[in-house]
């Protein structure tokens, strides 16, 4: 038996014999459970003031370390801002609130022109692939915005051409 179990068994112990779970002493003194127990070299063992506690809540993650993007959706009552991570969409406490897609035109309404050969939308000067960012059905306590697709662009029949919705906003989280 290794050092970090006989330390783990005699906490235990102790606990037993003041009636006192082990789960629960560990969430009262704001301890992070392990999933596993960790074993230790003689020389590493931390007395309890240095084990490792949850992060304070006042405290700030860095976001330009974590995140790309910072997109803000207004559907035109409402606004919302997100980080964007890869092809996902966080709150600023890292819940993920939705995901960024490509733009593809499946029901083939819009012109060649605006797209490529997988039927992915074009940005119509830079020739980029337009996104279309999706908030997941469910998070209503986390902002107000109705769950759907929201684009930077969409097709106007009319004036056949892709024109701004005005709708989402990008910004590097680095700004």
């Keep these: 038996m290794e050092i970090g ?5 005699h906490v235990q112990q102790v606990l037993k014999s003041r009636n006192i779970k ?3 002493w ?3 003194k704001d301890i992070i459970i392990p999933d596993g127990i960790t074993t230790y070299d003689i020389d590493e063992i931390k007395p309890l ?3 490792e506690t949850r992060q304070s809540k006042n405290i700030q993650p860095i976001y330009n370390k974590v995140f790309q993007n910072k997109v803000t959706i207004n559907d035109g009552i409402y606004d919302c801002t997100f980080y964007q991570k890869g092809n996902k969409l966080y709150n600023k406490a890292g819940v993920e609130l939705g995901c960024v897609e490509e733009m593809v035109d499946k029901k083939s309404i819009m012109p060649k022109t605006f797209k490529n050969s997988y039927n992915i ?3 119509p000067e830079s020739g980029d692939i337009l996104k279309q960012y999706i908030v ?3 998070f209503g306590f986390y902002h107000s915005l109705p769950p759907k697709k929201y684009k930077l662009y969409k097709y106007d029949f009319e004036l056949d051409r892709l024109i701004p919705t005005n709708l ?3 910004n590097s ?3």
Excluded: S
């Design 5 to 9: 179990e006989k330390i783990y068994e």
């Design 22 to 24: 082990l789960t629960d």
């Design 26 to 28: 560990l969430i009262e």
């Design 49 to 51: 003031g240095h084990l």
């Design 121 to 123: 939308v074009l940005h």
């Design 136 to 138: 997941y059905p469910g």
């Design 168 to 170: 989402v906003t990008i």
């Design 173 to 175: 989280v680095n700004n």
